[in-house]
């Protein structure tokens, strides 16, 4: 156990981000913003691209780390870009970065590289050190939904109560960063028809089962989401704060906030999400100083180089069918398949690819079956009845020794 810090002695704290090339500028802009409210503070990024220290890129303030500082054997790290898509490796190696970071600091804060720093976070580290168990976790919503939100509280029941483009976590915390991570090596999937969202869906249940905290404060991971229930103001100073309570923004988050539409405050939606810049002018101020600066790093950058685990050496599209049949076929297995991105394997993996159409077609079924089971589910109960084998030998296709129904 490592040694308890006084109550009156500040404890050290670690920002951290995981990003891809593509998400650079933001994660330097994210970085900027820190420096300025936090002097001397540095953002550690984890680049989910780079395998070694070589592949690094360098910028002022952040301290950019490659996935070998995760401490993984490399057949692991690329066994996981292997099953996974881009987003859902990102959000896997969260806890592990974590706990890595929580071996040389106190406490950790994962910040999603496209956030911003708008004031200090003088009350994180002293309510994280109150918690209860050392786990600060922040809803999309602290109040019952009105009509002018842009998310119901249904869109929860698919995506997680929590948004995880914040947490902070201290070394109380071990047990569920050890748990987390236990089922994100092969379960953080964005899998809709499985009820999986990534990383956030687990904490769901890892929050009451590790007693995290719901913090309450309307100052963090201010987004799209919840500007209706925290309406920004700006002062004469230019400080920030949410007007309804007063209480000083913190960090907004900048869902898929796009330098090509500046007139958007997010471009994940299929309606506009203008009208939130034109109803309030703090809002717009807010937008035009984060975009000012992410368009210097943008054109600093120049355009990103794609995703390296997209493809395999060969240059062929690793598809989601194929993580997905990668990911089954692993399951228990004393040697692992080869791998797509190791050149020495390119034979090999090949002959696999061939042989893993059939699983493809196998999946695809799959996620058809469980599409019939719920959108017509009692066609799907009378199909089970007239014919009960056929509908076992589908489910036990389709149901997996882990419970999760995974087509």
């Known amino acids: 156990m490592p040694a308890k810090t006084p109550v009156d002695t500040p404890p050290t704290t670690t920002y951290c981000t995981i990003l891809s090339g593509n998400y650079l500028a933001k994660a330097l802009t994210l970085a900027g913003s820190l420096e300025r409210h936090h002097p001397g503070t540095e953002l550690v990024v984890l680049v989910i691209d780079a395998l070694t220290d070589e592949q690094l890129p360098e910028a002022p303030g952040v301290r950019a780390v490659s996935l070998a500082f995760l401490g993984l054997p490399e057949r692991e790290v690329l066994q996981m870009a292997t099953i996974y898509g881009l987003v859902e490796f990102a959000t896997a190696v969260k806890p592990r970065l974590l706990t890595r970071l929580l071996e040389e600091t106190e406490q950790a804060s994962y910040l999603d590289p496209d956030t911003y720093v708008t004031s200090p976070m003088v009350e994180l580290p002293r309510d994280l050190r109150a918690s209860e168990h050392g786990i600060l976790l922040t809803p999309h919503f602290l109040e019952p939904v009105t009509a002018d939100a842009q998310l119901s509280e249904g869109h929860l029941l698919n995506v997680g109560f929590y948004n995880l483009g914040f947490c902070a976590i201290d070394r109380r915390a071990q047990d569920f960063l050890d748990w987390w991570w236990g089922h994100l090596k092969t379960e953080c999937l964005w899998d809709p028809l499985s009820g999986l969202f990534v990383d956030q869906k687990w904490v769901d249940i890892g929050a009451p089962l590790f007693r995290g905290t719901t913090w309450r404060h309307y100052g963090y991971n201010v987004s799209v989401a919840n500007l209706h229930e925290r309406p920004i103001v700006r002062d004469d100073t230019g400080a920030y704060s949410i007007a309804s309570n007063g209480q000083a923004l913190r960090l907004f988050h900048f869902h898929a906030f796009d330098t090509a539409h500046p007139e958007e405050l997010s471009t994940r939606f299929d309606k506009s999400t203008a009208h939130l810049r034109m109803d309030s002018k703090a809002v717009d101020a807010l937008c ?112 997996r020794a882990s419970g999760i129904w995974s087509g």
């Open 288 to 399: 035009q100083e984060y975009a000012d600066q992410l368009i210097v790093h943008e054109k600093a950058l120049g355009p990103a180089a794609g995703y390296p685990f997209a493809t395999d050496t060969r240059g062929r599209k690793v598809s989601q069918q194929l993580r997905r049949v990668y990911r089954l076929q692993s399951e228990g297995r004393a040697t692992p398949l080869p791998s797509p991105y190791l050149p020495a394997e390119a034979d090999a993996y090949d002959a696999w690819r061939r042989s893993a159409w059939k699983s493809v077609g196998r999946e695809l079924a799959g996620d058809a079956v469980k599409s019939v089971r719920l959108a017509l589910p009692e066609e799907y109960a009378s199909l089970k009845k007239r014919f009960p084998r056929l509908a076992e030998k589908v489910r036990g296709k389709t149901v």
